[in-house]
């Protein structure tokens, strides 16, 4: 019983640690940094094997799940649960519901808007920022499709670049298919493509007004004093002031409280005018 316990642990610091690492292998590349090849069939082996570590491990958990009655839906959850570090589990989670925007912004359909809702943009300050950042990747491609003189390295970098491209692509387009939400019950619904997520019921809303900031700061800051600013191209534009503390939660899972709440729309007034007129 004591070894089961044991390889979870190992895995869960496995997993937790080899991405950091991988990560830092391949900035070191696109510095110009060459390490030997040894190193980097190292990191490739150590890569496989702790895939094949977390691959045991969650077989054995799902075995023992099985046995102790769980179905297999259950068991399957569980063993991902014990094994995989829940910031690891969030992260993922995040990129698949990213990736899957993709497909909902070909089709033109946005996320959770409902007949008679309010669907309210938010990434007027960011597109031209977004589409920059995917020039320069992808000129950084093509860059280094000629800087790179081994084979298995660029093959490895240009698949890396590549699914950066493609990353970027679905953060935007889960901001453009994930709308701020107002129901017609007053109700609102604040998010930041697959990364936040705050219904704020009607009850909860004291006041909100139109109030155009450039805060400094990372997409989610929180003062001491409560003020939740979801910062969108270094901007907000409606503060919303709540006659109690709402908990929100972090994209790695953290919880916390909220007493006012100033977030970007592209068109605030419409956004406040509905808030303030329920049906």
Not at 119 to 134: S, V
Not at 259 to 265: D, L, M, P, Q, V
Request: with cysteine; glycine share 8%.
């Amino acid at each position: 019983m004591s070894g089961r316990p044991r390889a979870v642990r190992v895995a869960r610091v496995a997993v937790a640690a080899v991405l950091p690492g991988e990560l830092a292998l391949v900035a070191c590349l696109v510095a110009g940094v060459r390490p030997p090849g040894w190193v980097l069939a190292g990191a490739e082996a150590l890569v496989f094997a702790v895939l094949l570590l977390e691959a045991g491990v969650l077989r054995s958990l799902y075995v023992a799940a099985r046995a102790r009655g769980a179905d297999r839906r259950a068991a399957r959850q569980a063993a991902v649960q014990e094994a995989v570090p829940v910031t690891v589990r969030r992260l993922v989670l995040h990129e698949l519901r990213a990736l899957a925007s993709l497909g909902r912004w070909v089709r033109r359909r946005t996320h959770g808007v409902r007949p008679g809702d309010l669907a309210a943009a938010y990434t007027g300050p960011q597109t031209a920022m977004m589409y920059g950042l995917l020039f320069v990747m992808v000129t950084e491609t093509v860059g280094l499709a000629f800087l790179i003189p081994w084979p298995a390295v660029h093959r490895m970098i240009l698949v890396l670049d590549l699914y950066g491209v493609v990353l970027v692509l679905a953060l935007h387009a889960a901001c453009v298919t994930r709308p701020h939400v107002v129901r017609p019950d007053g109700s609102l619904r604040i998010r930041y493509g697959a990364l936040f997520d705050l219904a704020v019921p009607p009850d909860a809303v004291a006041s909100v007004r139109v109030d155009r900031r450039y805060p400094e700061g990372r997409l989610i800051t929180l003062s001491e004093d409560g003020v939740l600013d979801l910062i969108v191209g270094s901007q907000t534009s409606v503060t919303l002031e709540l006659n109690r503390p709402l908990p929100f939660t972090r994209p790695l899972g953290a919880t916390e409280e909220a007493h006012t709440i100033r977030f970007h729309a592209d068109d605030p007034r419409a956004l406040v005018s509905a808030l303030r007129q329920p049906a």
